[in-house]
């Protein structure tokens, strides 16, 4: 059984050693001048013209899970789609029935108006 996890294991020791290494090395060799231009804060090369803990609005965040759910919806249609023929109808109801939710669900965020960006 552990067998089977080696492999996963030495990947992960590989991946640990090698960003180390790299990090060490750029610690080590690459010039370190600091100096006030450099470590001042910029935006898109500009000044910052404000506060870097604004607060955004919360319909960026609403479109934002609207995205990630309607994304998330397409990942599982593309499976259920490949196998439909072999799950048959009790596939086809279940998938009848999440993308019901779904709807629903979009229905509500439709009416309330999340979906319009003034």
Do not use: H, T
Not at 33 to 38: F, L, V, W
Not at 73 to 88: D, Q, R, S, T, Y
Not at 96 to 106: A, C, K, P
């Amino acid at each position: 059984m552990i067998e089977n996890y080696l492999p996963v294991l030495i990947f992960i020791v590989v991946g640990v050693v090698v960003g180390g290494v790299m990090i060490l090395m750029g610690s080590m060799l690459a010039p370190n001048r600091p100096d006030s231009e450099k470590l001042s804060p910029y935006e898109c090369g500009f000044e910052a013209f404000e506060d870097s803990r604004m607060k955004f609005d919360v319909r960026y965040y609403l479109v934002a899970i609207l995205f990630i759910l309607f994304d998330l919806e397409i990942a599982f249609l593309f499976p259920w789609a490949i196998v439909l023929k072999e799950i048959g109808w009790f596939g086809y109801i279940s998938m009848s029935m999440f993308l019901g939710i779904l709807v629903i669900g979009f229905i509500y965020e439709w009416k309330k108006g999340a979906l319009e960006w003034e």
